[in-house]
Structure formats: C-alpha cells, structure tokens
C-alpha cells in the first residue's frame, strides 16, 4: 500500500512540476506591437490591442496585457 501512495504521489508532483514548467516558458517572438488597434477579421474577435510576430508571420493577436506575459 505504501509503494501505491509513493508512486501516486510522486507522479502527482511529477506533473504539476511539468505544468509549471510549460505554463511559465515564454514564446519568442521578433516584434510585439501593444497599446494600438488591431483588425483581425475575425468574427468572434474583430478587434485586438497587441500582435505578435515572429520574422514574418504573425504567431499571436490578443490584449496587451496577455502578449506581454506570453512573450
């Protein structure tokens, strides 16, 4: 019973040691533009604040604050 307990407990740290990991790495990104007003055509989201661009294509559109934690 113990080994069982080890083990469960051991594979529950395991991941949440993985999901911080992933959660807190940063993307990369060339060139991020905040603070303006982006036209993204899309219908559930028409209008953005910030884009981010990695050489020449664009890797993320959303609100300021959520770009600058993502890159």
């Given at each position: 019973?113990?080994?069982?307990?080890?083990?469960?407990?051991?594979?529950i740290?395991?991941?949440?040691?993985?999901?911080?990991?992933?959660?807190s790495t940063?993307?990369?990104?060339?060139?991020?533009?905040?603070?303006g007003?982006?036209?993204?055509?899309?219908?559930?989201?028409?209008?953005?604040?910030?884009?981010?661009?990695?050489?020449?294509?664009?890797?993320?559109?959303?609100?300021?604050?959520?770009?600058?934690?993502?890159?």
């Open positions: 019973m113990n080994q069982k307990v080890s083990a469960t407990l051991l594979l740290f395991s991941a949440g040691t993985f999901l911080m990991v992933v959660n940063k993307h990369e990104a060339h060139m991020l533009l905040v603070n007003v982006v036209y993204t055509l899309a219908a559930d989201h028409p209008v953005a604040q910030s884009v981010a661009i990695r050489g020449n294509t664009i890797v993320a559109v959303g609100s300021s604050d959520d770009l600058r934690r993502q890159f």
